[in-house]
């Protein structure tokens, strides 16, 4: 069971009792009974410690042979009273025995081992977090002192809410990296100190050992279980690793489109290699291979046929992404990329990573240096993104496109969030931007099996481009294609219909299509709203509105991104009416300002199905509800450092305490409203047809 389990076990177990009877020593003390209850019967301090160390022990997080509670260290000056850890654990199950020698016979001798073995402090307060950083400052960080180990844990467990702190090489920092705001040179006030650490991030006896005492790695027998998971606790090392990545491809002039397809590639073998390689990985570099002075040595050549052997397999399961092969062998640039790749990648797992830190950490990252002006902004936040896909639903057998891509976004995520249930084969995309159809592959390689059909269009992209039933690409003919007439073809291809489309295209004013010459007017001439509002332009939002129903099957679903002037005001009527006539409109979300990294946009998500005709009008009839929701809070907000656009995250706030609350994990709980909508909009679709009901919440 896990610690949040075990705390909840000891809830129940002694919420009624007022005595407790220690399960570890309290000072010098066995089996001593504890007072856990105040005057007015409520848990008090005592009552905290025990539930966080019968969850620490009773877990198996931690053996109690190496606990001690009260444990008492002596300040410089003989005269002062002792320095009294809370909680203090050790390397080494023999330490009471030294404990008990240096407090009854005073054998400095003793009390120098404890030092040199003390591996973890923890503070235990009942202040619900009123000064966090003065318990750090002027309790904790002098506790950490009394160790002599290059790395100590040091943690807060103040009334159920968890900060974890370190002692690392001399230096007092937050466990968790990403709270870390000035890396290593953060002061307490650097430290995002109201933010709590989860109870998963809690490290257990073994990772703590590992922390201390690095076990000496032979990368040539290493499986997946012995990587690191990508997480904020190691953000500054992956940030720090990419920030290297980078800085060597731009030594060797690659940051540019060949650059990014060896990067991509490099990033799909990792992939490729976590998922498929037994018994062991071949996925690593060894020291003797670092050291090279040019490609004749002998070994990184041992390293460049490792690769070369692991490509060659995973061409025959990543076949689409390793058709061509841009990384040259014999090319001393190309190597030096490769091998700083490897090398920096090497000890982390892509297929075991949360995806919202992988995303954060590594996709927005990489993808940034390389993506054209015109496409970075239309990165659409993963908050949407979970929001919008949890709504639509995608399942199982059901196809799914996003015809402006990205990097897979609402793809990947309905992936995941199918549990894996939706099929590689029925996930289509498209974007006019190669490298980043690049990156969505890559994104889907890591999340599926890697044949979902992603492909690149430059030009008009899938304003022009379908797919057909045998799953290629087609254009539209616009001399018989036009006003929406898309099924006619004089040709033997049938254009696909898809179950869902989930898509964030570009909209607005300023990126409206407006025709320049012939062939641009007879592209936007096929579609129906084009001609409905006999304009000289149109805003790419209604475009692919008309483009998601056109390509929708019957009783298909879709969620799509749009401005808020589209789903609102007066000159966008047309858009709307024609819309009610040819969907069943679900659900209208609003959201607040500058939900995107660009600035001043207002945007609205719509949600509908397309019945029959027949089916439609009888909705019509009855005059059908629309779920809307304007919603406002959505947990984060976009903030600028060093000119880079970033999404931060906001917290909920307790204001009766001004805390940030937790939930049951520990963790901070994002200010937002999306849950909350999502529970709503589930109740409200048991109200409406069956139809809708079956689509929106049955799981298929």
């Known amino acids: 069971m896990s610690f949040s389990e075990k705390k909840i076990i ?12 220690a399960f570890l020593p309290i000072h010098l003390t066995f089996n001593k009974e504890v007072s856990i209850k105040n005057k007015q019967n409520q848990p008090n301090e005592e009552y905290y410690k025990w539930q966080f160390l019968y969850a620490i022990v009773y877990s198996g997080m931690y053996a109690k042979d190496y606990i ?19 909680c203090a654990i050790f390397d080494d199950k023999n330490w009471f025995s030294y404990y008990e020698k240096y407090h009854q016979e005073k054998n400095l001798e003793s009390l120098q081992w404890l030092r040199e073995h003390l591996i973890a402090v923890i503070e235990f307060k009942k202040e619900n977090s009123k000064d966090i950083q003065t318990i750090w400052d002027k309790q904790l960080k002098a506790y950490l002192k009394e160790s002599e180990r290059d790395f100590c844990l040091g943690a807060i467990y103040d009334t159920e809410r968890l900060y974890l702190f370190k002692k690392q090489n001399n230096k007092f920092l937050r466990y968790n990296d990403g709270y870390n705001t000035k890396g290593e040179k953060s002061t307490s006030k650097d430290m995002q100190l109201h933010l709590t650490d989860s109870y998963i991030d809690l490290p257990n006896f073994e990772n703590l050992l590992n922390w201390i005492n690095p076990k000496k790695i032979d990368r040539s027998k290493r499986k997946i279980d012995e990587l690191d998971i990508i997480s904020g606790v190691h953000s500054t090392q992956i940030n720090d690793a990419m920030s290297a990545i980078l800085r060597t491809m731009d030594k ?39 050291n090279y002075e040019d490609l004749t040595d002998k070994n990184i050549q041992t390293f460049i046929d490792r690769i070369k052997a692991l490509r060659e397999r995973a061409k025959k399961v990543y076949f689409r992404i390793f058709q061509d092969n841009p990384l040259d062998t014999k090319n001393i640039n190309h190597i030096k990329v490769l091998v700083e790749v490897v090398k920096q990648f090497q000890d982390y797992s892509f297929a075991k990573s949360h995806k919202t830190d992988l995303y954060q950490l590594v996709f927005y990252k990489f993808s940034t240096p390389f993506a054209k002006d015109s496409n970075a902004q239309f990165v659409t936040p993963l908050p949407i993104i979970d929001f919008l896909v949890s709504i639509v639903n995608p399942r199982n057998s059901e196809s799914v496109i996003d015809p402006t891509v990205g990097i897979a976004d609402f793809l990947s995520v309905s992936y995941v969030n199918s549990k894996s249930k939706l099929d590689d084969n029925n996930i289509f995309g498209m974007d006019i931007d190669e490298q980043m159809v690049m990156l969505a592959t890559l994104n889907m390689l890591l999340n ?55 898509t964030n295209p570009p909209f607005g004013e300023d990126r409206a299509f407006e025709p320049k010459d012939d062939k641009d007017r007879e592209v936007i001439e096929c579609y129906e709203l084009w001609d409905k509002y006999n304009q000289n332009k149109i805003d790419l939002g209604v475009v692919f509105l008309e483009n998601a129903y056109r390509i929708l099957e019957e009783n298909g679903r879709m969620g799509i991104v749009v401005s808020n002037s589209i789903a609102s005001i007066d000159s966008h009527k047309i858009a709307r009416e024609w819309l009610m006539d040819k969907m069943r409109i679900v659900a209208i979300f609003d959201l607040p300002p500058n939900v ?4 001043g946009v207002n945007t609205s998500l719509i949600v509908a199905y397309k019945p029959n005709k027949k089916e439609l009008e009888k909705l019509k009839k009855q005059n059908y509800e629309i779920f809307f929701r304007n919603i406002q809070k959505i947990g984060y907000e976009v903030k600028t450092k060093k000119r880079v656009k970033y999404f931060e995250p906001v917290y909920k706030i307790d204001y009766n305490t001004f805390d940030v609350l937790i939930d049951s994990e520990g963790k901070p709980v994002l200010d937002e409203e999306f849950s909350e909508t999502i529970k709503e909009f589930k109740e409200w679709c048991n109200t409406q047809e069956e139809t809708l009901k079956e689509l929106f919440i049955s799981e298929k």
């Open 252 to 290: 060797q002039s690659m940051v540019n489109q060949k650059g990014f397809e060896i990067l991509i590639q490099i990033l799909a073998l990792k992939i490729y290699d976590e998922k498929y390689s037994k018994p062991y990985l071949n996925f690593y570099i060894l020291d003797d291979e670092l």
């Open 596 to 599: 995107f990294a660009e600035t």
């Open 448 to 502: 599926g099996d890697g044949n979902a059909k992603i492909k690149a269009k430059a030009g008009y992209g899938s304003i022009l481009t379908k797919f057909d039933t045998e799953n290629n690409l087609i254009d539209l003919i616009p001399s018989i294609n036009k006003n929406g007439n898309w099924d006619e073809r004089v040709d033997n291809n049938e254009l696909k219909k898809f179950d869902v489309v989930l």
């Open 10 to 21: 000891f809830d129940k177990q002694y919420q009624n009792d007022k005595i407790f009877k």
């Open 68 to 86: 001690g509670v009260e444990v008492h260290f002596p300040k410089g000056n003989k005269n002062s009273s002792n320095l009294i850890l809370d």
